[in-house]
């Protein structure tokens, strides 16, 4: 199962860094990363490592099964980054 990043991202890059199939995005070196509210996981990409857990500042890093209820949109969001959907 996949990752998805919600609430409480602060789109610090730790995670970014640390993900060894580039799952993440936008990177620091994108043009959008500066504008950006928060980090997306690929779900076509992400390998379930769990790395990116452990790196993320403020704990916004769930797996899809265990992503609270509230933060339910989130899966959408992340997929739809990557589908080219508005957030």
Not at 53 to 68: D, K, Q, T
Not at 75 to 87: D, I, K, T
Request: glycine letters at 4%.
């Amino acid at each position: 199962m996949t990752y998805v990043i919600a609430a409480p991202c602060v789109a610090d890059y730790s995670c970014v860094d640390i993900c060894p199939v580039d799952c993440i995005a936008p990177s620091p070196g994108d043009d959008a990363f500066d504008a950006a509210d928060q980090l997306y996981i690929n779900p076509a990409v992400c390998i379930a490592c769990g790395a990116c857990v452990e790196a993320c500042p403020v704990s916004a890093i769930y797996r899809i099964e265990n992503l609270p209820q509230k933060w339910a949109h989130y899966a959408e969001l992340n997929r739809g980054y990557f589908e080219g959907s508005p957030a």
